[in-house]
C-alpha cells in the first residue's frame, strides 16, 4: 500500500492541478471584486462562500484521485438513474430563480442537480460507449440518442436550462465522434443538419420562453433595446473596452462594483476581469484556459484504456465548450444561455462539479501507466 501511495504522488498531475487552483483563486479575486462592498452596511460574502467551497472541491478532488477511475464505469448505470432522478425532482419540488426552475433545497443547502448530471452523463456514455466493439453506425448512434441523451434533453429544457441541455447534446455528438462514427454516418448527419436547420430553428424558436427570446433578439440586434434586452451585453461590451490593453487595475474597476453590470460575479464575471486586468491580463487568462484544455486533450490521447480516453475527451470538451460559449456571451459573438465560466463564475455546485471532473481528469493521467510494479 506505501508502495502504491509512493507512485500515485509521484505520477500525480501537479500540472492540471496548479491550472485549476491558480484559476479558482483568480475567481475568487474577481468575485469579491466585483462585490466589493460601496457603503458601510454592505458586507457581501460571495468570495468567502466560494472559498468554503474551493476548499470542498479539493478534498472532492483529492477523494476522486485516490481510487481507480475504472470503478466509474461500473457505478456509471446507479450513477445516471440518480441523476435523471434528481433532474425530476427539480421539475416537482425545485426552487425558482431568475426565470427557471433548476436548484433543489436539502436543508440550508441549496444545489443545482444539473452540474452533476453533466459529469454523470458523460461517465455514463463513455462507459457504455466502451462495450461497442466497432466503429458506430446510424442505428447504434441513434439508439444510443433515444435512450440515453433524449429525456434528460426534454427534462432541462422543461426547466428551462437550455445552456445545459446545448452542452449535454454537444458532449453526446462529440464523444460519439471520439469513439468513431462511419464516414458515411458523418456526411449524412452534416446534410441532414444542414437542411433541418430551418424546421428545427422554428420549432426551436416556439419552444422558448420569452425571456430566452428576448435574449437571442438582444444578441441578434443588440442596439435595437440597448436599455433593455441588450443592457447585458451592451454593459459586458463596455466593461471589456474599458480596460484597455493594461487594464485599470485590480479592486479599480466600476462596471460590476457599481452594479452597471449584471449577473457580474456569475455569467459576466469574465468581463469584470477583463476591465481590471485589459487586453494583456485576459490574454494570460485564455493561455491558462487553452493550458488546461491541451493538458485534458494530452490526457485522453495517453489513457491507457478505451474508458479513459472517452472520459477524458469527453471532461475536456466540457470545459472547452464552457469556456468558449461564457467568453463568447460576454464579448457579444454568442447569445447569453447562462453558462458559468469553470472555475471562475461564482457557485458552489458548479465549483464542486468541476473540481470533482478534474479528479477524474488528474485520476486518468495518473493511472496511465500501472501503479502495481
Known sequence: MLKIDRLLIKNFDWTTFSL??????????????????????????YHIRQFYWLLIGISSLFLVVSFDYIWLSRFATPLYVTGIVLLLAVLIAGKTGM????????GPVSFQPSEFFRLIFIIFIAGYFMTIHRRMGLITALKSFLMFTFAPLIILLKQPDLGTAIILLLMFLFISLAKGLQKKLIALLIIVGIISIPFIGNIFWEGLKDYQKNRLIAFMEPDADPAGIGYHINQSKVAI????????GYLHGTQGPFRFLPEKQTDFIFAVFAEEWGLLGSVFLLLIYLALILRGFDTALKAKDEFG????????????T??????????????????????????GTALLSNFIAAGVLINIRTRRYELFY
Open 241 to 248: 473596452g474599458s480596460g484597455g490593453f493594461f487594464g485599470k
Open 20 to 45: 485549476v487552483i491558480f484559476l479558482s483563486i483568480v475567481g475568487i479575486m474577481t468575485i469579491y471584486s466585483a462585490t466589493r462592498p460601496l457603503l458601510p452596511h454592505e458586507q457581501p460574502t
Open 309 to 320: 480516453r472517452l472520459l477524458a475527451a469527453g471532461i475536456t470538451f466540457m470545459f472547452s
Open 99 to 106: 426565470g427557471a426552475q433548476r436548484w433543489l433545497n436539502i
Open 322 to 347: 464552457y469556456f468558449f460559449i461564457n467568453v463568447g456571451m460576454t464579448l457579444g459573438i454568442m447569445p447569453v444561455v447562462g453558462i458559468p465560466l469553470p472555475f471562475m463564475s461564482y457557485g
